[in-house]
């Protein structure tokens, strides 16, 4: 796949009519799952609320986009990556020609797809969008959205030049509408409930016992594989079943339980829908996206915030925790004792847990997504009637 055009032709797989009779929806998410899920949410309440509508989205060769976005059904423009500084720094001087040559792709896209809307999520792939709609001869309409408690370098760029500026929290050094982060149906919709028996089934888990569900993100975490495996024996001792997501280049090693529940050990959760229908509690780190997903669902959950960075895992947390829906535990703190103590204590109390669940369902945000796409199509709208 060479950067540009993905093979995919701009109507593939999309319903309705020629392209000029069509409005143009470009989503520009692209590196991380962070970026590529909010982004893929809103083109979905695109399809859903204008099936007749073409949505493409942007990405690189080097993000994960090239393996979600066609998963999805949706085209896939590649453009030149401009990795960015997270912070407003000499570093981004340096790199003006890739920037240049980022930009003039992306508004050759732009104008082939006769794009009527262009919605950022921030990140590397949304820079040159924001720039390449901006320009003079093309001045295609630009959404942003931020997921992040503190907003990143492209879209404080982009957000000078946006028509409408969306945010997940407040405080996100934008002056943006709060909506919370967009997040897909099969996320929003899901009734833990009805699915509970269906989903411990589909994961081999103990279909009476409570569960514990534990993830790190793509990749897994190390710290929080050690401090649950090793805590495995409490666990089942105490009844409680595990569904643990080690990521594919972990791996953990726990020695069963006679008559124990049990604990399931996998590299990687597809259908994150029934892990978290399964559960009754997660463990797992606190990226934008996952705070959404698990409070969505009204998933208790102990957060454990990546112990580098810029403190933003721990700000996307404490919403959830301070409302009661969540715990919040340094990564240095968690360990195979904490896990003995703490989560087997929370795990054996059904009514703790119920109260947790409710207090982090009315911390998530159901109709982010549709906000953010309605709001794209009425600018499209203008765009194509000639309004601007």
Same mark, same amino acid.
């Given at each position: 796949?060479? @950067?540009? =055009?993905?093979?995919?032709?701009?109507?593939?797989?999309?319903? *309705?009519?020629?392209?000029?009779? !069509?409005?143009?929806?470009?989503?520009?998410?692209?590196?991380?799952?962070?970026?590529?899920?909010?982004?893929?949410?809103?083109?979905?309440?695109?399809?859903?609320?204008?099936?007749?509508?073409?949505?493409?989205?942007?990405?690189?060769?080097?993000?994960?986009?090239?393996?979600?976005?066609?998963?999805?059904?949706?085209?896939? @423009?590649?453009?030149?990556?401009?990795?960015?500084?997270?912070?407003?720094?000499?570093?981004?001087?340096?790199?003006?020609?890739?920037?240049?040559?980022?930009?003039?792709?992306?508004?050759?896209?732009?104008?082939?797809?006769?794009?009527?809307?262009?919605?950022?999520?921030?990140?590397?792939?949304?820079?040159?969008?924001?720039?390449?709609?901006?320009?003079?001869? +093309?001045?295609?309409?630009?959404?942003?959205?931020?997921?992040?408690?503190?907003?990143?370098?492209?879209?404080?760029?982009?957000? +000078? %030049?946006?028509?409408?500026?969306?945010?997940?929290?407040?405080?996100?050094?934008?002056?943006?509408?709060?909506?919370?982060?967009?997040?897909? =149906?099969?996320?929003?919709?899901?009734?833990?409930?009805?699915?509970?028996?269906?989903?411990? @089934?589909?994961? *081999?888990?103990?279909?009476?016992?409570?569960?514990?569900?534990?993830?790190?993100?793509?990749?897994?975490?190390?710290?929080?594989? !050690?401090?649950?495996?090793?805590?495995?024996?409490?666990?089942?001792?105490?009844?409680?079943?595990?569904? =643990?997501?080690?990521?594919?280049?972990?791996?953990?090693?726990?020695?069963?339980?006679?008559?124990?529940?049990? %604990?399931?050990?996998?590299?990687?959760?597809? !259908?994150?829908?029934?892990?978290?229908?399964?559960?009754?509690?997660?463990?797992? !780190?606190?990226?934008?996206?996952?705070? &959404?997903?698990?409070?969505?669902? *009204?998933?208790?959950?102990?957060?454990?915030?990546?112990?580098?960075?810029?403190?933003?895992?721990?700000?996307?947390?404490?919403?959830?925790?301070? #409302?009661?829906?969540?715990?919040?535990?340094?990564?240095?703190?968690?360990?195979?004792?904490?896990?003995?103590?703490?989560?087997?204590?929370?795990?054996?109390?059904?009514?703790?847990?119920? #109260?947790?669940?409710?207090?982090?369902?009315?911390?998530?945000?159901?109709?982010? &997504? @549709?906000?953010?796409?309605?709001?794209?199509?009425?600018?499209?709208?203008? =765009?194509?009637?000639?309004?601007?």
């Amino acid at each position: 796949m060479t @950067e540009g =055009h993905s093979g995919s032709s701009p109507t593939e797989g999309q319903p *309705g009519s020629s392209l000029t009779e !069509r409005l143009s929806i470009v989503v520009a998410g692209g590196g991380t799952a962070g970026h590529i899920e909010p982004a893929l949410a809103v083109a979905d309440a695109v399809r859903r609320l204008r099936p007749d509508a073409l949505v493409t989205a942007l990405g690189t060769q080097r993000g994960l986009e090239t393996t979600l976005v066609p998963r999805r059904g949706y085209p896939l @423009e590649l453009i030149p990556p401009v990795p960015l500084p997270r912070k407003i720094t000499g570093d981004l001087f340096k790199v003006p020609t890739r920037v240049r040559a980022s930009v003039k792709a992306t508004g050759e896209v732009l104008d082939r797809l006769q794009a009527d809307v262009l919605i950022g999520f921030g990140g590397y792939v949304a820079l040159p969008g924001y720039l390449a709609a901006h320009s003079r001869k +093309r001045k295609v309409p630009i959404v942003i959205h931020e997921a992040n408690a503190r907003a990143g370098l492209a879209n404080k760029v982009g957000a +000078r %030049y946006a028509d409408r500026v969306f945010a997940a929290v407040d405080d996100s050094g934008l002056s943006a509408e709060v909506v919370g982060i967009p997040v897909r =149906h099969a996320i929003t919709d899901l009734d833990r409930g009805a699915l509970k028996a269906q989903a411990r @089934e589909f994961f *081999g888990l103990d279909p009476n016992a409570p569960t514990l569900l534990v993830f790190g993100g793509s990749q897994g975490a190390a710290s929080i594989n !050690r401090a649950v495996s090793g805590a495995a024996a409490a666990l089942g001792y105490n009844g409680i079943g595990v569904l =643990h997501a080690h990521g594919k280049k972990n791996s953990i090693e726990v020695s069963p339980v006679a008559g124990a529940p049990a %604990y399931v050990g996998v590299p990687y959760i597809d !259908r994150m829908d029934l892990a978290y229908a399964a559960a009754d509690l997660a463990v797992c !780190r606190s990226g934008a996206m996952t705070v &959404a997903e698990v409070s969505a669902t *009204g998933l208790p959950a102990v957060y454990v915030p990546l112990p580098h960075g810029n403190g933003e895992q721990r700000l996307n947390a404490l919403p959830v925790v301070d #409302a009661g829906g969540a715990l919040l535990i340094d990564d240095a703190d968690l360990t195979p004792e904490w896990v003995e103590t703490k989560i087997v204590d929370l795990m054996t109390d059904p009514v703790a847990l119920q #109260a947790m669940s409710l207090s982090a369902a009315g911390v998530g945000h159901r109709g982010a &997504a @549709e906000a953010v796409a309605t709001a794209a199509l009425e600018l499209a709208e203008q =765009h194509r009637a000639g309004e601007r």
